[in-house]
């Protein structure tokens, strides 16, 4: 069986040598909560056994107001669990606790369904930039939950690139305010904690990835005057980054317990 607490004792030695979050790096007025994201990918799901496991889960912390995850599918063989650290970094130790006391509660046909439901799971931690987001003015997060598609992207870029990264996407910001584009909300994360690179997560909104293209291609045309400008962004991002996942996440409501919607 796959090790649940030596996850558990790297996500404390994690909280305990982590630098503090900055004051940009605080969560966006518009998600007072949230600063901070548990970000769980399993890759080679049994996609009846994990649904099984995680409905079970869901009925299991039923009555805990505390305990919140949301449950995001890529395809029949990886999902992710997303789960918000209202305190940051610092919130990991309390809810490793959590689902540790939860699963030495379980029976040996819930152990082996634990263990039988995925191949690999692999554990990272972001911390929020809201400078760097783009939210409409008068954005929630009841509108965020609303919303059941992401467009993830994560930019591995070297350290000492990441100022010219975030001067672009500071940038591009400005310019969509500048025409208060309403159709777009994007929050970006930053991880990499003890890596050679910085990794910035950027999640975009939206209810499909049909109206995703769609409304992509409506800011292209309402920011034409600035496509040159926009061009030579995008360009100077590409520069600084050494390599881009991309990934098309569709959330799974009776598998989670709705907390963040991100």
């Given at each position: 069986?796959?090790?649940?607490f ?11 040598s982590?630098p503090a979050?900055?004051?940009e790096?605080?969560?966006e007025p518009?998600?007072?909560s ?10 080679g ?29 890529e395809n029949?063989?990886v999902?992710y669990?997303i789960t918000?650290?209202p305190e940051?970094l610092h919130?990991?130790?309390a ?7 939860g699963f030495?509660?379980f029976?040996?046909?819930e ?7 995925w191949?690999?799971?692999?554990v990272q ?8 987001s783009?939210v409409?003015?008068?954005?929630t997060m009841e509108?965020m939950?609303q919303?059941?598609?992401r467009?993830v992207?994560?930019h591995?870029?070297e ?5 010219a990264w975030r001067?672009?996407v500071?940038?591009m910001?400005e ?6 584009i ?11 904690l003890g890596t050679?690179?910085m ?5 975009s909104?939206?209810e ?8 992509r291609m409506?800011?292209n045309?309402?920011?034409e005057?600035?496509?040159?400008e926009?061009r030579d962004?995008f360009?100077?991002m ?5 390599h ?6 569709t959330?799974?409501?009776?598998l989670?317990r709705?907390?963040?919607?991100r």
């Amino acid at each position: 069986m796959r090790s649940f607490f030596s996850v558990a004792l790297i996500f404390t030695i994690l909280c305990i040598s982590a630098p503090a979050i900055t004051q940009e790096e605080q969560a966006e007025p518009a998600f007072p909560s949230i600063s901070g994201l548990m970000y769980e990918t399993f890759k080679g799901i049994d996609r009846p056994l994990f649904n099984e496991y995680f409905a079970l889960l869901v009925e299991k912390f039923e009555g805990n107001p505390d305990a919140r995850w949301s449950i995001w599918n890529e395809n029949m063989s990886v999902a992710y669990r997303i789960t918000g650290l209202p305190e940051g970094l610092h919130s990991v130790a309390a809810i490793t606790e959590r689902r540790q006391t939860g699963f030495q509660e379980f029976t040996e046909e819930e152990r082996a369904l634990w263990d039988k439901a995925w191949q690999t799971r692999q554990v990272q931690l972001y911390s929020a930039i809201p400078a760097l987001s783009y939210v409409p003015e008068g954005f929630t997060m009841e509108d965020m939950r609303q919303l059941p598609w992401r467009r993830v992207e994560i930019h591995h870029v070297e350290w000492d690139q990441a100022p010219a990264w975030r001067a672009a996407v500071a940038r591009m910001n400005e310019i969509n305010r500048e025409y208060g584009i309403d159709n777009m909300v994007v929050t970006v994360w930053s991880g990499g904690l003890g890596t050679t690179a910085m990794s910035f997560m950027v999640r975009s909104a939206d209810e499909s990835q049909e109206a995703y293209r769609a409304n992509r291609m409506e800011r292209n045309g309402i920011r034409e005057a600035h496509r040159e400008e926009i061009r030579d962004l995008f360009m100077q991002m590409n520069a600084a980054t050494r390599h881009i996942e991309r990934h098309d996440q569709t959330v799974a409501p009776n598998l989670s317990r709705r907390g963040t919607a991100r």
